[in-house]
């Protein structure tokens, strides 16, 4: 199946400081990447809808100016969380649409632990 | 608002067992309902559900769909400690490829 990696896989940082991930499909061309947070034992909630070439798309409650979302190639998508606290510690996960596929499958990344001191 | 839910939240099992997973969604528009293992990293896909009745089967695993009683199970049969893990269910629904999660179910699998 596609592979979608990111990098970095875990990152520690300071409170105040802004930390950048990044999402890239490594064997086929993603005009649309997801972003999703999960906080220890709970699900996987949807941050934004990331689209290469336009604006991300928010979800309910987070906030666009803290949570910035790059989708500048069709491989890449980076989300940079500014002035990170520790309550935005937590594990960031993406995922990139394979659409030359039967079914648009959604292909998830292996995440990003974020811990901020 | 569309909404995915799971039970049990947690499960504890000796190995050999069988269990049953519950999903069950209320979201406008449904498209596919599909069910995901999640280890220590990324959630990892098992099966994708559309259409009623029709059971889904991959080695000890099954799924299968209700689409009139909005559920669906996961079922793991002769279970092996590494099925231990955190099973995701996930609706597709609407106009966008957005994936709304249950809560997941914890499942732990003891020799």
């Known amino acids: 199946g596609a592979v979608v990696s990111q990098h970095p896989s875990w990152v520690i940082c300071k409170s105040g400081t802004s930390v950048k991930i990044e999402c890239r499909s490594l064997?086929?061309?993603?005009?649309?990447m997801f972003w999703y947070r999960q906080f220890p034992k709970q699900s996987l909630m949807l941050m934004a809808t990331s689209n290469e070439g336009s604006k991300a798309t928010y979800e309910q409650g987070v906030e666009k100016d803290k949570f910035l979302i790059n989708h500048a190639s069709l491989t890449l998508s980076t989300l940079t969380v500014t002035s990170a606290h520790p309550e935005d510690s937590s594990f960031y996960i993406c995922?990139?649409?394979?659409?030359?596929?039967?079914?648009?499958?959604?292909?998830f990344g292996p995440g990003t632990r974020l811990t901020v001191l | 608002e569309d909404k995915v839910v799971q039970s049990p939240l947690s499960l504890v099992v000796h190995e050999g067992d069988t269990v049953t997973l519950n999903c069950s969604y209320e979201?406008?528009?449904?498209?596919?309902l599909l069910w995901y293992k999640q280890e220590k990293k990324a959630p990892t896909f098992l099966f994708m559900l559309t259409s009623s009745g029709i059971e889904k089967k991959s080695g000890r695993l099954s799924s299968i769909l209700d689409k009139k009683e909005l559920f669906s199970i996961l079922n793991i049969t002769a279970t092996q400690t590494g099925d231990s893990a955190i099973y995701l269910c996930a609706v597709e629904a609407g106009n966008t490829d957005k994936l709304i999660f249950g809560t997941g179910t914890r499942l732990q699998v003891f020799p």
């Open positions: 064997d086929f061309q993603a005009t649309t």
């Open positions: 995922s990139a649409i394979d659409r030359s596929q039967t079914y648009n499958e959604q292909f």
């Open positions: 979201v406008t528009n449904f498209r596919s």
